[in-house]
């Protein structure tokens, strides 16, 4: 290890390494040709501890796995999972965990290379990522979380100098990705699978340790339902802030859901530009099982994995068991619709809560679905002519839907607070900036040719997105026409 490595202010815990050799493997790195640092999230390195000047100076070794971390335990994590409906033993399969970092503030945070090589559950998949992917990862990773939508983190991307095979030949990269955990609803599923429960046991300790530390004082068999009710209510209110944006994530297989409720693998995922509820973006996905508007019955279906996955501890005979999980799963539609008209209220200014405001809301939908109009502009439109009322003058432009903006204008009248506070709520609801699937093309083909220009540009648009900003002022507009259907790919 050299000096300035150490100063670089890792400091490593690696409780899930310890958990139990059935739920994962050591797994190095493989080295690659010629690590590049292209991307480093400075900010996101102060968070965890780390010298931002020492890791650009030094960091492309570590962010490419050639050079370990001091305290580093890399592993490989076991997990199972329903792909598009269908069980399967995965596994981390070109991620490797270097381990968690304790940081300033007192979190502990995963520290994981996704495309770091082949591990054992590789499979036949050669361990590698794609540098357009992963830049991809983290330009709408870091989007999200400057939309306050809980979410991993990025913190660097690396070029590893050597060529992927897809269908072409592509340039390789290591992602440098940050959890508050990588446990997913599939990794229940996995310790379940072995059929010991003393390994579940030990997981969900471990998973309330790190994600509900108030219900390790509960009775040990109150716990299992207690912590599904926190995923439970976690992934209500975090589907409900997808939908609010128009965010598709495009592969929710159980495997890809967290129990920490972050939004996690951004593999085909996009966002809505026009807004039709039956978006599909991802090109593997034929029968639009992870539609926009299916995304909130998969996230139920997905927990109902969860909670069988917990049927062993739940102390009982039963149907009793059965019944405790299900009286759980079935707080899920109302906790999702709360969390859904909340932020639908929020974007529509009210701040009071009336019986129409859902149709309201609906009809909207129903309105903007026929004319094809732009998700984020309608709504980004509704508040520039509220900030129009509250300053006194003219609106811009005109409202969309004349009828529908009337009976919303008479809602408004009944909300107690002036026009300005009405307007503030609904720039924090309504964003200006997405990353938008024409701008995150262009950004990553120019990275790709060597031209990093527009991806900073595009990171700096990106970072404020609910304030009209110089940065982000030529990234506001949809899509130009005649852009054509938006395709993702994934394991790519
Ligand atoms: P995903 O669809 O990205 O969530 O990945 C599903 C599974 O495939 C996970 O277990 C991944 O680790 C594995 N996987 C994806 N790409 C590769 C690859 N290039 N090499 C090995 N395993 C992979
Ligand atoms: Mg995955």
Not at 63 to 88: C, D, M, R, S, W
Not at 159 to 164: D, R
Not at 254 to 270: K, Q, R
Not at 293 to 310: D, G, K, V
């Amino acid at each position: 290890m050299t000096r300035s490595m150490a100063a670089v202010g890792w400091r490593f815990d690696n409780s899930y390494a310890r958990l139990s050799e059935l739920l994962c493997t050591p797994a190095d790195p493989v080295p690659v040709r010629t690590p590049g640092l292209v991307l480093l999230n400075e900010p996101l390195a102060a968070e965890l501890g780390l010298d931002a000047g020492l890791l650009r100076e030094a960091g492309a070794a570590i962010f490419a796995g050639n050079e370990l971390p001091p305290g580093a335990e890399p592993i490989a994590q076991a997990y199972a999972g329903h792909q598009f409906g269908h069980f399967t033993n995965l596994g981390d399969g070109r991620a490797i965990l270097l381990g968690e970092q304790l940081t300033p503030a007192g979190h502990r945070r995963d520290i994981q290379l996704k495309g770091a090589g082949r591990t054992r559950y590789s499979r036949g998949g050669d361990g590698r990522a794609a540098l357009g992917p992963m830049l991809r990862e983290y330009v709408v990773s870091e989007a999200m979380q400057a939309l306050g939508i809980p979410t991993t983190r990025s913190l660097a991307v690396a070029t590893t100098g050597e060529v992927v095979m897809r269908t072409t030949p592509l340039p390789g990269a290591v992602l440098t990705r940050v959890a508050s955990s990588h446990i997913r609803v599939g990794t229940f599923q996995y310790a379940a699978a072995v059929g010991r429960r003393d390994l579940l046991e030990a997981l969900l300790e471990h998973a309330i340790a790190r994600h509900d530390p108030e219900l390790a004082d509960l009775d040990a068999g109150d716990r299992p339902v207690a912590f599904l009710e926190a995923v439970v209510e976690r992934q209500a209110a975090l589907v409900a802030r997808w939908m609010l944006v128009g965010f598709v994530h495009g592969v929710m297989n159980t495997d890809n859901m967290a129990v920490s409720g972050e939004t996690i693998d951004y593999g085909p995922c996009a966002f809505l530009d026009a807004y039709d509820p039956a978006t599909v973006f991802s090109s593997i996905d034929e029968h639009g099982r992870y539609a926009y508007a299916n995304q909130p019955a998969i996230a139920h279906w997905n927990l109902a994995r969860l909670a069988e996955s917990l049927l062993p501890l739940i102390p009982g005979e039963g149907d009793a068991v059965i019944e405790r999980a299900r009286g759980v799963l079935d707080t899920y539609p109302d906790r999702f619709a709360g969390h859904h008209l909340a932020g639908a209220r929020a974007k529509l200014g009210l701040a009071t809560a009336e019986a129409g405001d859902r149709p309201l809301f609906d009809e909207l939908l129903e309105r903007m679905h026929r004319a094809g109009a732009d998700f984020t502009a309608t709504f980004a439109g509704l508040t520039a002519a509220v900030q129009a009322t509250a300053s006194g003058q003219a609106s811009a432009a005109p409202l969309p839907f004349p009828d529908w903006a009337d009976a919303w204008r008479a809602r408004l009248a009944r909300e107690p607070a002036p026009a300005a506070e009405i307007a503030a709520r609904m720039r924090q609801a309504n964003p200006l900036v997405i990353p938008r699937n024409h701008r995150v093309e262009e950004a990553l083909t120019a990275a790709e040719g060597g031209d990093r220009g527009p991806l900073k540009r595009l990171l700096d648009a990106l970072r404020d997105p609910c304030t009209a900003t110089a940065a982000n002022e030529p990234y506001r507009g949809g899509p130009p026409p005649g852009c054509g259907k938006y395709r993702t790919f994934c394991g790519t």
